[in-house]
């Protein structure tokens, strides 16, 4: 299976918001519900943000929301601030010859 | 307090053996719908998912890699360990541990909800 398509950059001004989309197929992301988002700051692990499509993990602030639409998972930053400055990575796990595959990040920027 | 933290050589040569430690507390890996795994990132490259160890002892693995990797338990500590057999200047990467939880009454990771610091590893002669 490929990787899932994620845009390389995006970027907002503090205080806007930001889409972040994920893309894969009908085999992946339009049929399973196993998406998870990752923000990971340079020379750092990466950090939950999202399972599940949805479901914040505990701690993360509210301005961090997530959705799927037909085949795309989107992650929705609000209220941007500087510390949001990251990369953004999807992540589904499939059933059916059990996989998990990654997008290839999303680096913010705060402008 | 959940903690996972990795280990192994800095350095190794191309056509060797890597072999990585992960050292994990504040959970059991016997628990039902457990597991701990790695991942990895090539720098300035997108994280890669690479294995995965069940909580019953039932391992998962990148199909791309599956046959230079084992993941394995050491059952005397709360360890999982990592081998990759011939390496090669391409694994050079940072790599990751983490924990995940199984998505209910399947086998499917659901999130990876702790993560280790990460150990960089260079394939390098």
């Known amino acids: 299976q490929s990787a899932l398509t994620q845009p390389p950059s995006a970027s907002g001004s503090p205080g806007q918001s930001v889409t972040i989309s994920c893309t894969g197929t009908?085999?992946?992301?339009?049929?399973?519900?196993?998406v998870s988002w990752y923000q990971q700051y340079p020379g750092r692990a990466p950090k939950l943000l999202i399972y599940?499509?949805?479901k914040r993990h505990s701690g993360v602030p509210v301005r961090f929301a997530a959705f799927k639409s037909g085949n795309t998972a989107s992650l929705i930053v609000s209220g941007l601030q500087p510390a949001d400055e990251a990369t953004y990575y999807c992540?589904?796990?499939?059933?059916?010859?059990?996989?998990?595959?990654f997008g290839g990040g999303t680096k913010l920027t705060v402008l | 307090q959940i903690t996972l933290k990795e280990s192994g050589p800095t350095v190794v040569k191309p056509t060797q053996t890597l072999t990585l430690t992960c050292s994990f507390s504040?959970?059991?890996?016997?628990?039902?719908?457990?597991?701990v795994g790695w991942i990895r990132q090539p720098p300035g490259k997108a994280l890669e998912w690479l294995a995965l160890?069940?909580?019953?002892?039932?391992?998962l693995y990148s199909p791309s890699l599956k046959n230079r990797l084992a993941i394995t338990k050491d059952n005397s500590r709360d360890e999982v360990v990592l081998t990759m057999t011939k390496v090669e200047p391409l694994d050079t990467a940072t790599y990751f541990c983490?924990?995940?939880?199984?998505?209910?009454?399947?086998?499917?990771?659901?999130?990876?909800?702790?993560w280790g610091q990460g150990t960089q590893v260079v394939v390098s002669s």
């Open positions: 504040g959970f059991s890996l016997s628990h039902n719908d457990m597991g």
């Open positions: 599940e499509v949805d």
């Open positions: 009908t085999s992946d992301i339009g049929t399973y519900y196993h």
């Open positions: 983490f924990r995940t939880v199984m998505v209910w009454a399947q086998r499917i990771p659901n999130y990876c909800d702790y």
């Open positions: 992540c589904l796990s499939t059933g059916n010859n059990i996989s998990v595959l």
């Open positions: 160890l069940y909580w019953d002892g039932d391992k």
